[in-house]
């Protein structure tokens, strides 16, 4: 399966972008994860989607949501007040799963990221 995230940008405190995942083979049956990470750290797990349900971390409930279009194999993360700690490279994940998980390493299939700069 390959990933290809896009959708980042720079914007100003409060502002809002949506990133897009799009994958090379049908992944509606699998979990699809968003991570991110900053220079010297390591994955944050942020948001899952899978099994009809959405799952965020803390930090980003009531601000990101997680949605996707099985027909476009794409999933999406609409990112709105998006506050100066949200500046990362996001990376858009999945795997043989059919259960959530946050864990970084029990997603097998990885995109290339894409940059969110908040200033």
Known sequence: VQLVESGGGSVQVGGSLTLSC???EDISTFFVGWFRQVPGKGREWVS???GGATFYVDSVKGRFTISSDNAKNTVYLQ????KSEDKALYYCATGFL???TATELEYNYWGQGTQVTVS
């Open 48 to 50: 899952t989607i899978g």
């Open 22 to 24: 799009v994958a090379s």
């Open 98 to 100: 059919w259960r959530f």
């Open 79 to 82: 990112m709105n007040s998006l």
